[in-house]
């Protein structure tokens, strides 16, 4: 998945009609979009305007234990030093036998952002409000309920938490719908080749999970702090999973040459992948392997109330509308998106892509 840009956004609190504008500087900062990676495949070719980049392509593949260290999606680490392994996070795939192929990528970027809207939603919890991020095609926003129910500290924490899994995890379901839409992070780089990858979401999923278990534990952790509690729970889940070495997962994507990417063509074509997952749901079983390991996040809180009456993601009508041009008029029509809409924008793309693909 390309890079894309997310700056520090603030906070509007609605408390009895007074509009209370809150700086989230004193907050942890928004991770600074996402990582720079990971089309499916390996030793993938570029090429700017139609021109080919000579000596340039991007290995992609992994092992387990040379994923290097954790660090929080800042923006410190730029574009060239992530695609080449030398930075202090080297991201990829990775094989493994029961999750099919783990992107690295997404999972940290998930993480991040549930990390870092936890410590904007636990000051919120039953308070309306809206977290406002940067446009990607629309405006996205987490929009947070009001409710007068009584809660104990641990209830409102694990509310806090479910709340920001659930809501990062939506943060990379709209990511995918974008990208599919013609997103553009960088400029002149299209990121068509990496919507709805096979390996994506279930990774995003992931990293949701795994920041989750993390901040249920140890609400209170720097980004330091998380960062190392994010490096030991994501070896352990690697190893739970059975990551395969680096030699395999080249061999596995390989042999997927023609069925899940094309080797013959560069990015950002979007037909370097051949094979998508246009499937959104919080339960998701891997592509790639049989019987694998299902993933789910929650719809209810721990007390019991559905987690939309606490919470919603909405992609709200922005300057780029014309990228939905295509689209019926049943969602061309909303200036609203929610997560409701998602699978229908999703089944869209799909009928488009067999149409084309199938000539």
């Not at 000579?54 to 260290?69: E, H, I, Q, R, Y």
């Not at 410190?76 to 990775?94: A, D, F, V």
């Not at 709209?174 to 780089?189: D, K, R, Y």
Request: with cysteine; hydrophobic share 45%.
């Amino acid at each position: 998945m390309m890079v894309s840009s997310v700056k520090l956004f603030g906070r509007r609190l609605f408390l009895g009609g007074l509009l209370l504008s809150v700086s989230s500087t004193v907050f942890a900062n928004a991770p600074v979009g996402v990582r720079p990676c990971c089309a499916f495949g390996k030793d993938l070719k570029a090429q700017v305007g139609g021109v080919p980049v000579p000596f340039f392509s991007v290995g992609n593949v992994l092992d387990a234990k040379g994923v290097g260290n954790h660090k929080y999606n800042d923006g410190s680490q730029g574009i060239s030093s992530s695609l080449l392994g030398i930075g202090e996070e080297h991201n990829g795939l990775i094989f493994t036998q029961k999750g099919g192929f783990i992107d690295t990528a997404h999972v940290r970027d998930t993480a991040d952002f549930t990390y870092y809207l936890f410590s904007e939603i636990r000051h919120l919890v039953g308070i309306e409000a809206e977290i406002t991020l940067p446009t990607e095609l629309r405006d996205r926003v987490i929009v947070s309920k009001r409710n007068a129910a009584q809660l104990k500290a641990q209830e409102k924490n694990d509310i806090a938490v479910d709340i920001a899994g659930v809501m990062a995890f939506r943060l990379a379901q709209w990511h995918e719908i974008a990208q599919w839409f013609g997103l553009v992070s960088v400029a002149g780089f299209k990121e068509l080749a990496s919507a709805y990858s096979p390996e994506d979401l279930y990774s995003n999923m992931l990293g949701a999970k795994l920041a989750m278990s993390i901040l249920r534990k140890t609400p209170d952790l720097s980004l330091v702090e998380f960062g190392k509690a994010m490096d030991i729970a994501f070896a352990e889940r690697l190893s739970a999973l059975g990551a395969m070495p680096e030699n395999e997962t080249s061999k596995r994507i390989e042999a997927l040459d023609g069925k899940w990417w094309d080797s013959s063509k560069r990015l950002p074509d979007k037909w370097v992948l051949l094979h998508r997952d246009y499937h959104l749901a919080l339960s998701l079983a891997p592509n790639g392997v049989d019987g694998g390991e299902v993933q789910s996040l929650p719809t209810e809180l721990v007390n019991g109330n559905v987690l939309s009456d606490w919470a919603q993601f909405e992609v709200r009508a922005a300057r780029e509308e014309k990228a939905f041009v295509a689209l019926p008029d049943s969602l061309k029509s909303k200036t609203v998106w929610t997560e409701a809409d998602f699978q229908s924008l999703a089944d869209f793309a799909q009928m488009q892509d067999t149409k084309v693909y199938s000539r």
